[in-house]
Structure formats: structure tokens, C-alpha cells
């Protein structure tokens, strides 16, 4: 009422009087917890993140777009290419590559069978028993070529293979094979391997859009269901560079392959990927981001090295009176484009040799006397040129997440510092290999399993029959090669105080140390202890000797 006799009265007045209440309001509601503005209010189109205003000079220029997924994989097979062509001749395309390789795999990830004795319904020593054996069964199938259809590569050299595949071409394809013609087998559970380039949608399909038949979602040859899961792989029949058409694609050309087996349950196929984003199909290259930079470094390296050759190779210019022009110089290289062309006729081509010499150290270039020669000096070797180089690789290793002490294998800093960069780089490995442990060593695993019990070689009921027993039966996990050490002493007297206050165990020290069996360690450590006992020898010691004949250490016990 008072509020309508003021407005009334005085409208400015009684408008500012509405405004105090409602504000007044407003405060109560947030104290007491309700929400102070009511949903479904409009917002101004400008936001409060400067990088939302493409208007600012910063940001001119700078194209950038939503888009899905696959939409930014739309020319994968380009990056695919380049990603290819950098691993193969760009050194530190190779050492991007190469590098997680070693430190991820190495000699081979291991496995170690873990069955659930109590789900299985078996004492932990047979359990125990069980695993041993299975562990030293499955070694020696990984240790052959059986794993591999092509029978060139071990199991183990699988691994690298498909990491490789994976670094290099964003994802890789493996066909489950039973090759019974094969002589000499042990196992017939064999892997194909199938690069990227291989996997392509039906020729006319339209990327994105649904397959005749089943209805399903097809991207990039990637066959997905209603829930974006992967059902099937279309693979080319033939390499995209083969014979039968180099780039060129005909009707029929692709083989769908299902990603499972609808009565065994085991995948019939693996497409080892690591996904970045929902809704992914297909994996993009580790060097995808720095490709462009890698190639710019490539090219300022190679000028360099050009440089500093052709500062080496000039030796004296004589002038000397009826003499013939200076003769175009070659300096050794087949390429037009690292030729450097200082005179003379004009070069037809690698049979021409009339006017050309080839330059070498100490070389001697006669001209005619009226004849000048402009010597530039190239000032070589720059000594800007390392400290700009490594500035660019070191935003490659942390683009690609291998420290720059790691990537260029250069431990000159001191021991806190390289040490570091190999604990960083470990939190890496460590994420790599449970990778690829779920992508590709378990199902390889798991199915040669499948056949050993179905062979009879292994008693293993309910395995067949139970999804339960079958996943406490194929129980496993992987190790790999143990960390490298910078100074093993002073680590190992921090393990001992890890080890006795409990924050870490036996088993993870031998691990993170070697890659090793810590409880295969101790049954081949009681052996060692009795024949050293037996022979009468010093029993070894923490401080690295045998301090007393095993006899006297006994009587000592005693």
C-alpha cells in the first residue's frame, strides 16, 4: 500500500522503492539456498573470455571451427602419409617414434596369470601351480613365430609392431587367423596385421551414412552400431598401392570383418586405437600435431648441413688467362635441387657431364682472367643454429609427451634433472602399457587361452560355459622392462625404506626395478642359498660379499 501512495506521489521515487525490494529479496533468496535468478532468461551473445571475440588482433586470422570427431579426421589419410614419410626420413620423426616404442615395450610385455583361486573354486597352491605353468606356456607361444600369420615376427616383436603402427598411422587392424595348414605349429591362434590405409568404407558410400542392409553407421571403414560401438572393419581386399590399380577403387573391393565371434564371444578382429574423443572412429598419428614443425626443422637442418658442406668443399679459385668458364659445380648429389649452379652451360641432366666437375675438399677451379667470382661468406658453422634447434624440440617432446632429455637421449644436467625426466617420462610408459595391455596383449591372451582349454590342455571348468568362471579363469596382467637407474645405490636404500614402512611391496619394487617375478625371485633365491650352503661358500650380503663360509654363518645361527 505505501509503496502505491509514494508511486502515486512521485513515480521516480516509487520506482526506485521497487527496485531496493526486489533487491531485497534477491539477497534472501541466495541466503536461503534458493537459486537468485530463475532458469530460462535470455543471454547476451558476448562472453567474458577474450578468446570468444574473434575481433581482437590476436586473434584475426586465426580459422577455427566445431567439429566433430571424424569431421577433423577427414583427411587422415593425408596426415597418415606425412606422419609415414616423417618417421622414415626425418630423424627426429624417428626418434618420436621409435623412442615410447623402446621404453613402452622393450624386450616385451610380459604376461603373468592371476586366476581367482576362490571364484574358480581351487586352493590358492593350485592356483598357484596353474599360473606358473600357464605363464611358461604362454611365454614360449609369445617367444615363437606362431602368434603371427605371416610367421615372420614373434610375439613379442608383435607388440612393437602394432605400437608402431599405432605412433605412425593412428591405428592398426589385427584379423584372428587359424592357420591349420601351416606345419609346424604349436598353436594355431595367429594374428594378421592390417595397416590403417586398408580400412575404408564401401566404394560410393557416403561417410557418415548408414550401410545398405543392417542399417549401420559406417565411418571411415569403421562399421558402428546404435550406441557408437565398433561392430566390423571394412578392409581392402588389396593394398591401395598394388598392382591391380595404384589409387583406383572398383566395386567389391572391401571384406567386411566382424569385430566378435557370436558363438565363442571372442573378438574376431582388433582395431588398436587410442581414442581422444567421443564418438572417435579412427585414431590420429603421434605426430599429427607437429608435423608442419617437424618439417621446417627437417629442412633448416638440412640447409645447415648443406652450408657447412659446401664451406669444407670450396678450396681456391685460379684465374688464369685462356682459360674456359668456370664449369657448373656438383656436389655429388643426383637431386637438381641440392645442386648449386655457379656458371658455365646449361645441365640436360645426370648423363650430361660436359661442363660439370664434381667439387671436393681441396679442390682447385681454374676461370678465365676477365672472370670474377663473388665469395660469399656463409659463416659456418652457425652458432645459433643449436640453441634454436633444440628450442623446436623441445616443443615437440612436449607435444608428444617424451621429455627432451629422453627424445634426444642427451643426460648432460645433473642427476636430479635427468632423473626427472625418466620418472615423468615412466608416468607415460606406465600409461602406454595398461594400454596396451587392454587393447592388444589381454584378447591375445585371452584367446590363445580359448584354444588350450578347448584342446583339452588345460581343466578348467566352467570356462565354456560360465562368462563368470571364464574372466576368473583368464585373469592376467602384463610387465614389462624395469626403469633405467642413474645411480642404483642411492635408489636402492630409498626402496629399503619404502619397502619397511609398507608404501610399497616386494613385488612392486622387482617390478619397477627389473620387470620381474618377485615371488619367482624368491623360490630361485632358497635354490641359491642351499647350493651355497652345499659348496661351503660365503653367503652374500647386502653390503656385497660374503663376510663368512656358509658353514660358520650356519653354526652362527645355531
Request: hydrophobic letters at 40%; charged letters at 20%; one cysteine or more.
Amino acid at each position: 500500500m505505501i509503496d502505491r501512495a509514494v508511486a502515486a506521489v512521485s513515480p521516480r521515487r516509487g520506482a526506485q522503492r521497487l527496485a531496493a525490494r526486489a533487491a531485497l529479496q534477491a539477497g534472501s533468496a541466495i541466503v536461503a539456498g534458493a537459486p537468485p535468478v530463475q532458469p530460462g532468461g535470455f543471454l547476451s551473445p558476448r562472453g567474458g573470455f577474450h578468446a570468444g571475440h574473434k575481433e581482437r588482433r590476436g586473434l584475426r586470422g586465426w580459422i577455427a571451427r566445431l567439429r566433430s570427431a571424424n569431421q577433423d579426421n577427414a583427411q587422415l589419410s593425408n596426415v597418415v602419409a606425412y606422419s609415414r614419410d616423417a618417421a622414415m626420413n626425418m630423424p627426429m620423426g624417428t626418434a618420436a617414434i621409435e623412442r615410447p616404442i623402446t621404453f613402452t615395450i622393450g624386450t616385451g610385455l610380459m604376461a603373468i596369470p592371476e586366476i581367482d583361486g576362490k571364484a574358480v573354486g581351487i586352493s590358492d597352491d593350485a592356483a598357484a601351480a596353474l599360473n606358473r605353468q600357464i605363464a611358461s606356456d604362454y611365454d614360449e607361444y609369445m617367444s615363437s613365430t606362431d602368434p603371427d600369420a605371416e610367421r615372420t615376427a614373434t610375439g613379442y616383436e608383435l607388440q612393437e609392431i602394432v605400437m608402431r603402427g599405432v605412433l605412425e598411422s593412428g591405428d592398426i587392424a589385427a584379423l584372428r587367423c587359424w592357420p591349420e595348414d601351416q606345419i609346424g605349429r604349436m598353436a594355431f591362434t595367429a594374428w594378421r596385421l592390417v595397416e590403417a590405409d586398408r580400412i575404408v568404407s564401401p566404394l560410393g558410400h557416403i561417410e557418415g551414412g548408414r550401410l545398405n542392409g543392417n542399417g549401420n553407421v559406417c565411418v571411415a571403414g569403421v562399421e558402428v552400431d546404435e550406441y557408437h560401438a565398433p561392430v566390423a572393419l571394412h578392409i581392402l581386399k588389396k593394398a591401395p598401392d598394388s598392382a591391380a590399380g595404384r589409387g583406383s577403387r572398383v566395386a567389391n573391393d572391401t571384406v567386411r570383418i566382424p569385430l566378435w565371434g557370436e558363438q565363442s564371444g571372442l573378438p574376431t578382429s582388433l582395431h588398436v586405437m587410442s581414442r581422444k574423443r567421443p564418438e572417435q572412429s579412427r585414431g590420429v598419428p603421434l605426430l599429427a600435431p607437429v608435423i608442419e614443425v617437424l618439417g621446417q626443422i627437417s629442412t633448416l637442418t638440412q640447409s645447415e648441413l648443406f652450408a657447412a658442406v659446401m664451406t669444407s668443399t670450396l678450396a681456391i679459385i685460379y684465374k688464369s688467362p685462356g682459360a674456359t668458364g668456370m664449369p657448373e659445380a656438383d656436389y655429388g648429389a643426383a637431386d637438381d635441387e641440392a645442386r648449386l649452379v655457379t656458371g658455365g652451360g646449361a645441365y640436360d641432366g645426370p648423363g650430361d657431364r660436359g661442363g660439370n666437375i664434381r667439387l671436393e675438399p681441396g679442390a682447385v677451379l681454374e676461370i678465365d682472367n676477365d672472370a670474377e667470382v663473388d665469395m660469399k661468406s656463409p659463416g659456418r658453422p652457425n652458432p645459433a643454429f643449436d640453441p634454436f634447434f633444440q628450442a623446436l624440440v623441445r616443443q615437440i617432446s612436449a607435444a608428444i609427451e617424451v621429455p627432451f632429455e629422453v627424445l634426444m637421449l642427451h643426460f648432460i644436467s645433473s642427476y636430479s634433472a635427468s632423473r626427472a625426466a625418466l620418472e615423468v617420462f615412466y608416468l607415460t610408459v606406465q600409461r602406454r602399457r595398461g594400454w596396451m595391455e587392454s587393447h592388444w596383449c589381454a584378447p591375445g591372451y585371452r584367446a590363445w587361452l580359448h584354444e588350450q582349454v578347448v584342446r583339452g590342455v588345460y581343466k578348467m571348468p566352467g570356462f565354456l560355459t560360465n562368462p563368470a568362471r571364464r574372466q576368473a579363469w583368464s585373469k592376467v596382467r602384463h610387465r614389462g622392462d624395469g626403469k633405467i637407474s642413474l645411480d642404483p645405490a642411492r635408489e636402492a636404500k630409498a626402496l629399503e625404506v619404502h619397502e619397511a614402512h609398507g608404501w610399497s611391496t616386494g613385488a612392486q619394487i622387482t617390478a619397477a626395478l627389473n620387470g620381474g617375478d618377485y615371488d619367482s625371485n624368491i623360490t630361485v633365491r632358497i635354490a641359491e642359498h642351499k647350493r651355497f650352503v652345499d659348496g661351503g661358500l660365503p653367503i652374500p650380503n647386502a653390503n656385497g660379499g660374503g663376510t663368512a663360509p656358509a658353514a660358520d654363518a650356519q653354526q652362527q645361527e645355531n
